[in-house]
Structure formats: structure tokens, C-alpha cells
């Protein structure tokens, strides 16, 4: 039988939001706190985008399933997703501090990037998974924008120093692609994962 919920492993409020909007009922199934989340998200010499993203949510996946097997919770799907920030093949993940993201955001200024965002299942012994690519063209930004972005601190905790949902949607010229999967969910390939586990989405 299938359940009739699922575990979403993730910290990010924004994923949880975006898989309300599917109608699928789901529950957190988060990190202890001596699971060190951070090293997952190192990248190996040479690694491009497209690896990273898939290797670090599938690493992501393997902690949530033996979470879940220790935990004694009732059985069910669990979902992962990992999204990174790509300017050719420069991986830009979550900045260090005020003075990494106002270097990311000077990167992005002005040029066209990719936000990869790869999203997995694992239902009994079956795994799914997928990966969202989309474009975003940033517009000009001054030293100014950039640090008043910056001092919000919305960049905190986010590949590439910014949020599409929040006050950095104004620095967007266009995209081309999922806004879901730019916001850390792609919607439409989560659906897909999930139909094939017996949801209706």
C-alpha cells in the first residue's frame, strides 16, 4: 500500500512551501545536529555543475533514507533536493560571508548563469530522480545595489547570494526556464517523481 504521505529532507522552508502547492501531504525529516550536512556540499576537483548537484542530493538522500530506517517512523517516500548556481562551469554555492556573496553577485551582474536544481526520490527500493536547468539573465548592478542587497542579508543560505522570491527578483531581467526550480523545488519534474510513486499531483 501506498503511503499517503511523504518526508521531505530539507531545511528550506521555500521547498516545503512549493510541495504544499502539489496537494501532497509531507512531513520533515531533518538533519541531527551531529550530521555534518556542510561537508556533503564540498566539491571535488574538476567536478562540473550538473555532477555536483546530482551527487550532493543523491548524498543527500542516502543520510535522509538511514535517518528514517534509524528513526522508527512509519514508511514512506522521501524526498531530496539540492540546487547550486552555475556561471560557465564555476560552481557557486552558499557564501561564506558578507564579502563572498558581494563577490558572487558581482560575477552575476550583468551576465547570463544557470540555477541547476536536482531532485530525487526514493520510494521502497525504487530511486527516481531529475534535474531542472534553467537561465537567468541578471540586469547591471553597482557596488551599491550589491552591498544594500547584501546588508539585508537575504544572500545568507543561498547558492549563487540570492533569493528569485524575495528582493533579489528585482535584479532579473528574464529567465528561461522553472521559476520553481530557480526558487529550490522544480515543481513539474517533482510531480513526474512523484506520479511514478503512486501520488496523485
Same mark, same amino acid.
Given at each position: =500500500? ?38 556533503? $556540499? ?56 558578507? $564579502? ?53 542579508? $537575504? ?27 530557480? =526558487? ?7 510531480? $513526474? ?9
Amino acid at each position: =500500500m501506498t503511503a499517503d504521505f511523504i518526508y521531505l529532507a530539507s531545511q528550506s522552508p521555500r521547498r516545503a512551501q512549493l510541495l504544499g502547492q502539489l496537494g501532497v501531504r509531507h512531513e520533515l525529516l531533518l538533519a541531527a545536529a551531529d550530521e555534518d550536512a556542510e561537508a556533503l $556540499e564540498a566539491v571535488q576537483p574538476g567536478e562540473s555543475p550538473t555532477a555536483y548537484v546530482q551527487r550532493v542530493t543523491a548524498l543527500k538522500l542516502d543520510a535522509a533514507v538511514a535517518r528514517l530506517a534509524r528513526s522508527g517512523l512509519p514508511a514512506a517516500p522521501v524526498l531530496c533536493a539540492d540546487t547550486t548556481v552555475a556561471l560557465g562551469r564555476r560552481i557557486l554555492g552558499k557564501p561564506q560571508d558578507g $564579502e563572498d556573496a558581494r563577490r558572487m553577485l558581482t560575477l552575476l551582474a550583468g551576465r547570463s548563469h544557470r540555477v541547476l536544481t536536482a531532485v530525487a526520490l526514493q520510494h521502497g527500493e525504487e530511486r527516481h530522480a531529475a534535474l531542472s536547468v534553467s537561465r537567468v539573465q541578471f540586469t547591471a548592478l553597482d557596488a551599491t545595489r550589491i552591498a544594500s542587497y547584501v546588508a539585508s542579508r $537575504e544572500p545568507e543560505g543561498k547558492a549563487g547570494a540570492y533569493a528569485i522570491q524575495g528582493r533579489a527578483a528585482a535584479f532579473v531581467d528574464h529567465i528561461h526556464g522553472s521559476h520553481s526550480g530557480i =526558487m529550490g523545488l522544480p515543481l513539474f519534474e517533482t510531480a $513526474e517523481l512523484l506520479r511514478r510513486a503512486g501520488f496523485d499531483c
